[in-house]
């Protein structure tokens, strides 16, 4: 496989479950990024992982975990989720993060549509 | 504070026509810029960015973008639009220092038959 893939690409859970989103990049990156998608909302930002380093928190509440056990993977851990966490989760790459002195564009997977009843 | 300002929610051309989406941001210090587009039911994808190293950027499937440091606006253009060129496309700003990437609110370009 090539690029940013996401597992599961449909996930239909409800309030008490517990599930996981995977994401792998293949492309050699330094940096991931989870990201939620509302309908009628901007991109929202929620994790920034650097050399599996958290580096980015943007106030996301707990029931969100990621974890990133090493640069190639990232994982997103739900637990006692609400109806409005019903979102499409991206998952990106980089070569570095955003800042420096380089222009790094961000590469993104298809995401994981899910909806929680 | 750093953002950026897609100026019209949904934009309709006709195929063949030429095609302008708007982007405006605001920066305290020199950023990066891109324009992704999005299809039904996909990811991202990444149509072109701004480099510092001429200031009309090509991308890809015909599509460029000119930064005006003047207007603080970095406004994306197609000659002539295709069918295939309907999606939602996303202008964004990365201010220089920090981690974000600062996502417009996105454009859903129409083309019509």
């Known amino acids: 496989e090539t690029g940013v893939t996401q597992t599961p690409r449909h996930l239909v859970m409800g309030m008490t479950n517990k599930k996981s989103l995977k994401c792998e990049q293949h492309?050699?990156?330094?940096?991931m990024y989870w990201y939620k998608q509302s309908a009628k909302k901007p991109l929202e930002l929620m994790f920034v992982?650097?050399?599996?380093?958290?580096?980015e928190n943007n106030s996301v509440p707990s029931r969100f975990s990621p974890e990133c056990p090493n640069s190639s993977h990232l994982f997103l851990h739900l637990h006692t989720l609400q109806p409005e966490d019903s979102a499409l989760y991206l998952c990106?790459?980089?070569?570095?993060?955003?800042?420096?002195?380089?222009?790094?564009?961000?590469?993104f997977g298809p995401g994981t549509r899910l909806t929680v009843l | 504070a750093q953002s950026v300002t897609q100026l019209d929610s949904h934009v309709s051309v006709s195929e063949g026509t030429p095609v302008l989406l708007r982007c405006n941001y605001s920066?305290?210090?020199?950023?990066?810029l891109f324009w992704y587009v999005q299809h039904p039911n996909k990811g991202l994808q990444l149509l072109l960015k701004y480099t510092s190293a001429a200031t009309l950027v090509k991308g890809i499937n015909g599509f460029e973008a000119e930064f005006k440091k003047s207007e603080t606006s970095f406004h994306l253009t197609k000659p002539s639009a295709h069918m295939s060129d309907a999606a939602e496309y996303f202008c964004v700003v990365t201010p220089s220092g920090t981690y974000k990437y600062i996502f417009g609110t996105g454009t859903r370009l129409k083309v019509l038959a």
């Open positions: 920066s305290s210090y020199s950023p990066s």
């Open positions: 492309l050699g990156h330094n940096a």
């Open positions: 990106a790459s980089s070569q570095d993060p955003p800042g420096g002195t380089g222009y790094n564009e961000q590469f």
């Open positions: 992982y650097s050399l599996e380093e958290r580096v």
